[in-house]
């Protein structure tokens, strides 16, 4: 692909964020960065603006809009959340990379994909949240939708492969997280910094704690099986320490094909930027003889509940994987904040999901109606669990 790109950056100053302007930098000028959002890290983005010459940059909080508006006047600053929507849509990009944290991203998704913009997508929850919708939206605009997220890229690069009607099942691997291997009686005890302390990949603290608890992978298996059209049952998750294989297609005749990388999401990232295509990275491919051994482990679904609650509020389907997620959000803060257990977070989520039962979906409304029914309610859970 040798054309000039006008790509976006939504979640700039973010873990994914910096490292796709990395791979901005890397591109040769075949990417060009038309526009940067943040929340509220306003220092932060007018820096990245600065060193990548961007005319337009987006705060979602008001005051750190004003504050960036006030230190920054080699262009525009747009603010809330309206702002970050005239950002995706008066910028004229050709790709919007949406690499915010949370339900917070269907918004920004939704109105990529209503242009019909390519959209590159590290924001798992946006499919979580409106699966049906934004594939169905995707599919009416003719916009494009590339996985960033090391699972799902490998997936989709290993699928490009695969003859149609070839494919037997999908599986996607998970760390373990920090607290493989442990107890629910050790579980309760541990820390906010210990559940911090991701064994192999460095993200965001919202991901990192949804990889402690798993909840990551059931997030995941519900992406894969909107960016595929999987059937659930057709989705496995095997545990698998070393990080090292992404992603496996089952074929028809009992084969599988293994994505290998190191864990470094630049590689997923500069793939959906590129469009699917493989580009120069400087990234050591991995070591086979210095790693030695490959291993590979069930889930232990006692010990880790989130991962069946996922799959469960998937099949159900409705709102409940909305209901779901934005519980799951509103326990990981509590967390993170040292107001709630580790282990109260599926207690959190069980307990939301039971009170409000899967209604059916329709529209984009109904769901951020449903993200703010299940947010009260969540919260309510939490102060009553504190
Ligand atoms: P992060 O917390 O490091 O960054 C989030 C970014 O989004 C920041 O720029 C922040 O300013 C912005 N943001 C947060 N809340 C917002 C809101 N309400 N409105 C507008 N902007 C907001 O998160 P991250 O680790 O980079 O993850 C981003 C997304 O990518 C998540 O959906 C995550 O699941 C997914 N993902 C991340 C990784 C990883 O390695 N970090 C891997 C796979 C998938
Ligand atoms: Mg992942």
Same mark, same amino acid.
């Given at each position: 692909?040798?054309?000039?790109?006008?790509?976006?950056?939504?979640?700039?100053?973010?873990?994914?964020?910096?490292?796709?302007?990395?791979?901005?930098?890397?591109?040769?000028?075949?990417?060009?960065?038309?526009?940067?959002?943040?929340?509220?890290?306003?220092?932060?983005?007018?820096?990245?603006?600065?060193?990548?010459?961007?005319?337009?940059?987006?705060?979602?909080?008001?005051?750190?809009?004003?504050?960036?508006?006030?230190?920054?006047?080699?262009?525009?600053?747009?603010?809330?959340?309206?702002?970050?929507?005239?950002?995706?849509?008066?910028?004229?990009?050709?790709?919007?990379?949406?690499?915010?944290?949370?339900?917070?991203?269907?918004?920004?998704?939704?109105?990529?994909?209503?242009?019909?913009?390519?959209?590159?997508?590290?924001?798992?929850?946006?499919?979580?949240?409106?699966?049906? +919708? =934004? &594939?169905?939206?995707?599919? /009416?605009?003719? $916009?494009? !939708?590339? %996985?960033? *997220?090391?699972?799902? #890229?490998?997936?989709?690069?290993?699928?490009?492969?695969?003859?149609?009607?070839?494919?037997?099942?999908?599986?996607?691997?998970?760390?373990?997280?920090?607290?493989?291997?442990?107890?629910?009686?050790?579980?309760?005890?541990?820390?906010?910094?210990?559940?911090?302390?991701?064994?192999?990949?460095?993200?965001?603290?919202?991901?990192?704690?949804?990889?402690?608890?798993?909840?990551?992978?059931?997030?995941?298996?519900?992406?894969?099986?909107?960016?595929?059209?999987?059937?659930?049952?057709?989705?496995?998750?095997?545990?698998?320490?070393?990080?090292?294989?992404?992603? +496996? =297609? &089952?074929?028809?005749?009992? /084969?599988?094909? $293994?994505? !290998?990388? %190191?864990? *470094?999401?630049?590689? #997923?990232?500069?793939?959906?930027?590129?469009?699917?295509?493989?580009?120069?990275?400087?990234?050591?491919?991995?070591?086979?003889?210095?790693?030695?051994?490959?291993?590979?482990?069930?889930?232990?679904?006692?010990?880790?509940?989130?991962?069946?609650?996922?799959?469960?509020?998937?099949?159900?389907?409705?709102?409940?994987?909305?209901?779901?997620?934005?519980?799951?959000?509103?326990?990981?803060?509590?967390?993170?904040?040292?107001?709630?257990?580790?282990?109260?977070?599926?207690?959190?989520?069980?307990?939301?999901?039971?009170?409000?039962?899967?209604?059916?979906?329709?529209?984009?409304?109904?769901?951020?109606? /449903?993200?703010?029914?299940?947010?009260?309610?969540?919260?309510?859970?939490? #102060?009553?669990?504190?």
């Amino acid at each position: 692909m040798s054309d000039r790109r006008r790509l976006l950056v939504l979640g700039a100053t973010g873990s994914i964020g910096t490292q796709a302007l990395d791979v901005v930098a890397r591109s040769h000028g075949e990417l060009e960065l038309v526009g940067l959002s943040a929340q509220r890290s306003w220092e932060q983005l007018v820096a990245q603006a600065r060193q990548t010459g961007v005319a337009r940059i987006a705060l979602s909080e008001p005051d750190a809009a004003a504050r960036a508006a006030e230190a920054w006047t080699g262009g525009e600053v747009l603010s809330g959340a309206e702002g970050l929507v005239r950002l995706v849509v008066e910028s004229e990009a050709d790709l919007v990379l949406n690499a915010l944290v949370g339900s917070a991203g269907l918004g920004p998704t939704v109105a990529t994909l209503g242009e019909g913009i390519e959209l590159a997508l590290a924001n798992k929850e946006s499919l979580v949240v409106g699966g049906e +919708l =934004v &594939t169905a939206l995707a599919e /009416a605009t003719g $916009a494009q !939708i590339l %996985p960033v *997220d090391s699972e799902h #890229a490998a997936l989709h690069q290993l699928l490009a492969g695969c003859a149609p009607g070839s494919v037997r099942r999908l599986t996607i691997t998970a760390s373990g997280g920090p607290f493989r291997g442990m107890s629910v009686e050790q579980l309760e005890q541990v820390s906010v910094q210990e559940a911090l302390a991701h064994p192999t990949w460095s993200m965001g603290g919202k991901i990192t704690i949804d990889s402690a608890t798993l909840m990551n992978k059931g997030l995941e298996v519900m992406e894969a099986h909107h960016l595929f059209g999987t059937p659930y049952e057709q989705i496995d998750v095997v545990v698998h320490p070393q990080s090292t294989i992404h992603g +496996l =297609v &089952t074929l028809a005749d009992g /084969a599988m094909l $293994a994505h !290998i990388g %190191p864990p *470094d999401m630049r590689l #997923a990232i500069a793939y959906a930027l590129h469009g699917g295509e493989s580009v120069d990275l400087p990234i050591e491919p991995v070591d086979l003889v210095g790693l030695g051994a490959l291993t590979f482990e069930p889930v232990d679904s006692r010990t880790f509940p989130c991962l069946s609650l996922a799959r469960a509020a998937a099949l159900a389907g409705g709102t409940a994987p909305c209901v779901l997620n934005a519980a799951n959000e509103v326990a990981v803060h509590a967390f993170l904040a040292g107001r709630l257990a580790f282990t109260a977070i599926a207690a959190v989520i069980e307990a939301t999901l039971e009170r409000l039962p899967a209604e059916r979906v329709s529209s984009f409304d109904a769901l951020y109606e /449903a993200d703010r029914g299940a947010r009260e309610l969540a919260s309510e859970t939490v #102060a009553a669990l504190a």
